[in-house]
């Protein structure tokens, strides 16, 4: 059974970090592509960040370019989002997608305010 877990969201002031983990688990992530996509309240779900199976290939979201970093760990079967320099508009519900499995996870909250 294909399953994503997130964790590590919170409340955090803007120009804070935070790391997002997803944990995989029912496939390998190492031939996989993997995702992290958000949704504020109101808003699309848009991608914020894909690696591609072997890791070679990244792609970002115009609006988190240069602040955030997508990491794999394929030992640990783990994906990661590295968020740096948060601002109030990057508050979203945070999804962890795996696109050849069509699997999200449940999300995790994430409040950039002061």
């Known amino acids: 059974q294909v399953q994503l877990v997130e964790s590590g969201g919170g409340l955090v002031q803007p120009g804070g970090s935070l790391r997002l983990s997803c944990v995989a688990s029912?496939?390998?992530?190492?031939?996989?592509?993997m995702s992290w996509y958000r949704q504020g309240l109101g808003k699309e779900r848009e991608l914020v960040a894909r690696?591609?199976?072997?890791?070679?290939?990244?792609v970002y979201g115009d609006s988190v370019k240069g602040r955030f970093t997508i990491i794999r760990d394929n030992a640990k079967n783990t994906v990661y989002l590295q968020m740096n320099s948060l601002k109030p508009e990057d508050t979203a519900v945070y999804y962890c997608?795996?696109?050849?499995?069509?699997?999200w996870g449940q999300g995790t909250q994430v409040t950039v305010s002061s």
């Open positions: 997608y795996a696109p050849g499995r069509n699997s």
């Open positions: 029912g496939f390998t992530i190492s031939f996989a592509t």
């Open positions: 690696v591609s199976s072997g890791g070679y290939s990244t």
